[in-house]
């Protein structure tokens, strides 16, 4: 309520319009930022376990890869790289921090290079280089629409 200088009183609604909290106001702009959050956490699930799953090659808990001191040279440094570097990034990713996203980036394009480095020097495969591009394209096209949202 408020009052006029001709002393009426009236009624102010100050509430939202019903057009902006609507489902159709939702889907009708996306919002972006929600969208990059979830899938930095759903990156952060994923890049946790391929991070264990390198602490458990190198501590030997895999006896399908045989003993980690047997392993070519090339593969040795990727797996301590990645069992070290997959976390921080994953923890990143979770806080959704910038430095997370742009670790995790790093971690994603070194991986897939790896194969460069010989058959003897990766886990991973064409499918595997294929995937991390996918989502290193997704990322960036997901922060791009976010930023955009922000504007």
Same mark, same amino acid.
């Given at each position: 309520?408020?009052?006029? !200088? *001709?002393?009426? #009183?009236? /009624?102010?609604?100050?509430?939202?319009? #019903?057009?902006?909290? =609507?489902? #159709?106001?939702?889907?009708?702009?996306? !919002?972006? !930022? &929600?969208?990059?959050?979830?899938?930095?956490?759903?990156?952060?699930?994923?890049? &946790?376990?391929?991070?264990? @799953?390198?602490?458990?090659?190198?501590?030997?808990?895999?006896? !399908?890869?045989? +003993? @980690?001191?047997?392993?070519?040279?090339?593969?040795?440094?990727? /797996?301590?790289?990645?069992?070290?570097? +997959?976390?921080? %990034?994953? /923890? =990143?990713?979770?806080?959704?921090?910038?430095? =997370?996203?742009?670790?995790?980036?790093?971690?994603?394009?070194?991986?897939? #290079?790896?194969?460069?480095? =010989?058959?003897?020097?990766? @886990? &991973?495969?064409?499918?595997?280089? %294929?995937?991390?591009?996918?989502? /290193?394209?997704?990322?960036?096209?997901?922060?791009?629409?976010?930023?955009? *949202?922000?504007?």
């Amino acid at each position: 309520m408020r009052q006029r !200088r *001709d002393g009426e #009183t009236e /009624i102010v609604d100050r509430a939202p319009h #019903t057009d902006q909290l =609507g489902l #159709t106001a939702l889907l009708a702009r996306p !919002r972006w !930022r &929600i969208g990059l959050v979830w899938f930095m956490r759903t990156l952060a699930c994923v890049w &946790i376990a391929k991070g264990l @799953f390198n602490w458990f090659v190198l501590l030997g808990f895999s006896s !399908r890869f045989g +003993d @980690f001191v047997m392993l070519p040279r090339a593969l040795q440094g990727s /797996i301590v790289f990645f069992a070290a570097a +997959d976390l921080m %990034a994953s /923890i =990143g990713l979770w806080l959704a921090a910038p430095w =997370g996203g742009a670790l995790w980036l790093l971690c994603a394009a070194s991986e897939a #290079t790896t194969p460069l480095m =010989g058959s003897r020097g990766s @886990f &991973i495969n064409g499918y595997g280089v %294929a995937l991390n591009l996918a989502l /290193i394209v997704s990322y960036l096209a997901l922060s791009w629409l976010a930023a955009r *949202d922000s504007e």
